[in-house]
């Protein structure tokens, strides 16, 4: 079995909140907390979970935009979470991130060779003239013509801004990429032409791709495999049809009978689950799930349950983070 | 007679740069009771086309051009404007897709459930509070009688359609707008909202016109559907025909481009080349020409009405999508 490109090992990232005359630190937020999870070169993994669960925290921090609290981020064996000076700046050039608005992650008073170029300069690639054509290249990969890349953000389509966030991120030749909300901001339509793109770009270099993503049907269709979050933490792993066919946390269960179908004659009648994500200033205790969980005993309250293999699927990358996986009924897709 | 009859709608901007004609000669109906989906993508005037049956485009830049919103038989185009806050409300209530900014953030749920309730009721104090409190309940809002003092601010994003929706229903109008209503929330809250719609719709009776960009929500919940492409109806029918024997090159390439269920990398998704044309100087012709794939040189010169063509199924298309397209 080949080995993961990116390990990921007990992350934590936690914002203080401050109150009182001094503003002290009265309590976190702990916005990651303690996530692990292997990222295999060549495939996509898709972080699904909904607003507030951390997936976007997630992205930025193991990408060090934000500084980690704790754990460890290892890129074929070096650990970004820990590294410094040139160690850092070398790592960075190998994970690149794609943003969700392709409005605001431009900057609007560059043209779009001069947003390309950017990360080509800083890390000192080539000479100038070999930059340029390099960033002509790779205009012309994402589906931009050569003569616009004189142009400025504000004169392109939302979708075309996302294919100039592509190129970006593909400057430096990265092996991995994080994609947060890529095709949120953008109609259906033009949604399936970015996803096209990245599905070819993937086959085309090799990249491994993390999916950040709140949209099931999206997920579904580029993931290799796939992570549930909740409040901070992974709930369920594994491939991406053991998610589907055979979702067993409860959240995951109930995450998947909500998103509705696109047939007419497959409505559901009844509504999945009830409530809201609770905030993450001040979660529940034990399983963070356990208000909302049609399954919850009271031993759920007391301890959080810890991700392990689930061996009643023969995926061996099924975790699931439930104290009653064995016993709960298995989940039949309708 | 139909609940509301949208007859040659057209409504403008004026900018800097010219004439927009976001809406350009839409028709559709809503029946009582039934939910009709409006269905397309950004810009293509389905929120304007709802704001405009409400008479609230802001004038200036915009204005309504032309065309007949019927109302119960009444023009609501040529009715005085002191007749209009009785209709809004009272007859036709709406919801908008933000529900952080349709709620006054400096007063509180009461005050503003209360405002309504006085209004229409004459409720006043004890009264109006208990009816607000009985109103939050049956939108599925726990502990009722703490959550009416707070502010906008301290609910979530779900707890704020739901008063929303709440507010709406109060006066039990014959239509309800709701512009993307879920688009803001999270999926599961979404199914909870979709939910409650419907049975409040249920048990009010009142239409629904839904405006959406998401096919599947329209799946999901609607009896008819209405879908736009450049502010105009390319095809309209009930929601079965509109997935299953889909006419419009334009609503067919969109349902299509949706990830199905079971589909792989390996499959590469439908997408519709090209971008929406500009509406300040719209092409001659069916403006989705340029993008179909079944376009001819008639397309490109003469415009496409919509027409029936089938069982009350009707599409705005010179050469509408047969067996075998794909």
Redesign the interface.
Known sequence: MTSPILQVEDLKKYYPIRGGVIARKVADVKAVNGVSFDLYPGETLGLVGESGCGKSTLGRTLMRLEEPTGGRVLFEGKDLAHAKGKELFDLRAEIQMIFQDPYSSLNPRLPVRDIVIEPLEVHKMGTASERLDKVVALCRRVGLKEEVIGRYPHEFSGGQRQRVGIARALALEPKVIVADEPVSALDVSVQAQVINLMVELQKELGLTYIFISHDLSVVEYISDSIAIMYLGRIVETGKKETIFSNPTHPYTRALISSVPNPDPRKRRVQVAIEGETPSPVNPPSGCAFHPRCPFAVEACKKDVPALESFTQTDDPRHNVACIRKDEIEPHFKN | MPLLEVKGLKTEFRIEEGVVHAVDGVSFHVESGETLGIVG??GCGKSVTAMSIMRLIPDPPGHIAGGQILWKGKDILSMPDDAMPDLRGNEIAMIFQDPMTSLNPVFTVEKQLGEVLEKRFGLKKEGARARAVEMLEQV?IADPSERIKAYPHEL?G??KQRIMIAMALMCEPDLLIADEPTTAL???????I??LMKKLQEKVGAAVILIT????????T?DRVAVMYAGRVVEFCD??RL?EETKHPYAF???K?????G???ED??????G?VPSLIHPPTGCRFADRCFKARDRCRSEDPQLRDVGDGHLTACHFPIEEGDE
């Open positions: 993508e950004s599925g979530s779900g707890m999270d999926v599961t809250v979404q199914a909870q979709l939910h960009h998401d096919m599947a929500v329209v799946a999901e609607c929601v079965y997935f390439g969109l349902l481009s949706i990830p199905k269920e589909l792989t990398k590469s998704l439908a997408t519709i080349e971008i």
